[in-house]
């Protein structure tokens, strides 16, 4: 046998260059199948929480010459998630207990077709000088068609005039005069649902009401007409809510 052929029969089948490369290649491999993991997990827990976050932490956010101490739980858009001057900040809430998103109360804020269980509020500088009780008498009258019709709770219906641009609204209005001084009767608009309509989500949140609150603050909020029922205690829960997050 000769020398070559000995060196051959000798030789390992794998060098120690290859069997370098190829545990680099596995460890690669490794690793982008761990990232890939990683990274669904994370997505996965994001399609999830579907914009949501269970976070807590407390955000001040300043509108005009407001300021709002919030949990970021409560704070509707992640954008809005962080402490600084903002044009408006969208807020929602289980209700009833004015509760953030959490994992106890997913399902609530994950509903598809409903928005019972949760009221929405947008808060923004004001734009006007009354708010929506204010305007009963010198604008909302002015626009109402029919008779009054005995409503939920003390409320009475009045239709608004399609062509005044509240096509397929009911005004609520509080029926007894308000006992304390100065305060306005209660006011809501909402939507009709017809038939047309019965799977469009905005007509389940169809009854909307604004308010002033703080220095200057216009808060409107919204929620299904199906809770209307109980207009009083969401009415005395969002202003609660609401002045108790006001940084004085």
């Excluded at 239709?159 to 005069?177: H, K, Q, S």
Aim: glycine content about 8%.
């Amino acid at each position: 046998m000769s020398h070559s052929d000995d060196t051959l029969d000798h030789a390992p089948l794998l060098s120690p260059g290859f069997v370098w490369k190829l545990t680099g290649v596995i460890a690669v491999l490794c690793l982008a199948t761990l990232s890939i993991a990683m990274a669904g997990r994370m997505i996965g827990g994001s399609i999830a929480l579907a914009g949501n976050t269970t976070d807590q932490s407390l955000k001040e956010i300043v509108i005009g010459n407001d300021v709002l101490s919030l949990p970021a739980n409560v704070i509707r858009f992640e954008s809005q998630r962080k402490s600084g001057v903002h044009g408006a900040v969208d807020t929602y809430f289980a209700w009833p207990g004015m509760a953030g998103y959490s994992e106890a109360n997913r399902d609530i804020f994950n509903q598809i077709e409903s928005a019972d269980g949760l009221i929405f509020a947008r808060i923004t500088q004001s734009t006007m000088s009354r708010d929506m009780s204010g305007r009963i008498d010198p604008i909302y009258r002015r626009l109402t068609e029919g008779q009054p019709v005995a409503g939920p709770n003390g409320l009475d219906s009045v239709r608004l005039a399609p062509g005044a641009g509240y096509a397929n609204e009911l005004m609520y209005i509080e029926r007894a005069a308000p006992v304390q001084a100065g305060r306005k009767p209660y006011a809501v608009r909402c939507l009709v649902e017809d038939a047309s309509a019965r799977n469009d989500f905005a007509t389940r949140t169809g009854c909307q009401r604004d308010i002033r609150l703080g220095a200057d603050l216009s808060v409107t909020y919204r929620f299904s007409i199906n809770l209307l029922p109980h207009w009083r205690q969401i009415e005395n829960d969002v202003r609660a809510r609401l002045e108790a997050a006001l940084v004085l």
